[in-house]
């Protein structure tokens, strides 16, 4: 921890606290702009901002209000792991006695709103439906997220992959639920790591990854994602299908599929179509009715279930926007289904941690199409060797799993 350091942390907590835009975008344009920052500096003000991220409201209490400095210096002092001989060099000596306080200070006076770093309308939606739960998981959010990779089964072995990535000294570990994943305790670089370059690995969540086994697809057949995005779930669903049949990826943002070009090129995949489209009404989906065995909506939600990796979320996203959200994926949900054919599976998902967006979002579908019934999502999950109990629906929990927050159901068009 040095001035150096200090001071580049407040200059990108400028740029980034108006919140105006996501965090990771807003610190990436912080860095271009400061090209001269070395690998630890960036780490440090990488780690500083999105620390401040996580602990902003309850550092607000106990600095009285958002001045960069002091909510990076409070942050440092009581979460950073850093003793307060540190900042002795590093701060004025009015400052240095503030410090001492902030500290000491306690939070057992706040509203448990503040204790635990949720603006108000979420907390109260997560209290509701997790109740004493609630504590551990705000615990769960807070924590950095490790670095989750997928093996590709069609050129490379996860075995052969742990084993290689441990002699290049790294802690790597097989996640416990996914049998294509890896985690590693720390966050090397690894876009230029020859087993990146090959196709052989993926950044992605365990979670994340586990979707693809719930969609379970087969060889040959015919398969949509959805909601495609920069396609990582498409790239593991062409994997689970051996590159045999179709597999349709559509979105509605051309520079999220043109960046999906590359990853597929390096995936060796060469059964997957990127599709353009201007809504989920637009007539390439109409063209495409009752052909799919099996479709993914990861339904554009809240994010909620990322706070490990996007704690900016919390303070962006409002309950206006939310409302507007349910709309949208009702809207996704009801077009998306009308490309199953019978006896084809819908699986919709979100990484989401509300019930508005999952439960609700679902049983209002049901009601209005008696044409699908929910298939439980424990027994695919038995047929695919995943060792996870779930029920009916799909729930994963940052604290119990150790993945991001994912909720997902499968629904299976009879007629």
């Known amino acids: 921890m040095t001035p150096t350091q200090i001071d580049a942390a407040r200059s990108a907590l400028a740029v980034v606290l108006p919140l105006r835009h996501p965090a990771d975008a807003a610190l990436s344009h912080f860095f271009r702009e400061h090209p001269k920052l070395g690998s630890r500096d960036r780490t440090f003000v990488a780690e500083a901002v999105y620390g401040v991220l996580r602990h902003l409201r309850s550092l607000e209490a106990i600095c009285g209000g958002r001045h960069g400095r002091q909510l990076l210096l409070a942050w440092l002092a009581r979460h950073g792991g850093h003793n307060l001989r540190e900042f002795e060099a590093i701060t004025r000596e009015d400052e240095f006695k503030w410090l001492k306080e902030v500290k000491a200070a306690r939070l057992e006076d706040q509203p448990e709103a503040v204790q635990f770093d949720l603006p108000d309308w979420l907390y109260t939606r997560l209290q509701q439906s997790h109740g004493e739960h609630l504590p551990e998981l705000v615990q769960a959010l807070n924590r950095p997220a490790p670095l989750d990779l997928r093996v590709n089964p069609l050129n490379a072995d996860r075995d052969a992959i742990l084993a290689q990535l441990q002699a290049e000294g790294l802690a790597a570990e097989a996640t416990p639920y996914s049998p294509l994943g890896l985690r590693l305790k720390d966050k090397p670089a690894l876009h230029k790591h020859p087993l990146f370059l090959e196709g052989k690995i993926e950044v992605q969540d365990e979670g994340s990854?586990?979707?693809?086994?719930?969609?379970?697809?087969?060889?040959?057949?015919?398969?949509?994602?959805?909601c495609a995005g920069a396609g990582g779930?498409?790239?593991?669903?062409?994997?689970?299908?051996r590159s045999t049949g179709r597999l349709y990826a559509f979105d509605v943002s051309e520079k999220r599929l043109n960046n999906l070009k590359p990853r597929l090129k390096r995936s060796g995949l060469s059964n997957v179509q990127p599709q353009l489209i201007a809504n989920e009404r637009d007539t390439k989906v109409k063209r495409l009715a009752a052909k799919f065995d099996r479709v993914l909506v990861d339904a554009p939600c809240s994010g909620t279930g990322t706070l490990r990796r996007n704690p900016d979320l919390k303070w962006r996203q409002t309950e206006e926007g939310l409302t507007e959200l349910n709309?949208?994926?009702?809207?996704?949900?009801?077009a998306a289904a009308n490309l199953v054919k019978p006896g084809g599976r819908l699986v919709y998902a979100t990484c989401s941690l509300l019930g508005e967006e999952n439960e609700a979002?679902?049983?209002?579908?049901?009601?209005?199409?008696?044409?699908?019934?929910?298939?439980?999502?424990?027994?695919?999950?038995a047929a695919q060797h995943v060792p996870l109990e779930m029920s009916d629906y799909f729930r994963l929990d940052p604290a119990r799993h150790g993945t991001d927050a994912f909720f997902a159901a499968i629904l299976e068009r009879t007629a």
């Open 209 to 226: 990854q586990l979707l693809g086994f719930l969609m379970a697809p087969k060889r040959g057949e015919m398969v949509c994602d959805f």
């Open 361 to 381: 979002i679902v049983e209002s579908f049901l009601e209005a199409h008696a044409e699908f019934k929910l298939v439980p999502a424990g027994e695919v999950l």
């Open 327 to 334: 709309a949208k994926q009702a809207g996704i949900l009801a």
């Open 233 to 241: 779930k498409t790239m593991l669903l062409g994997a689970l299908m």
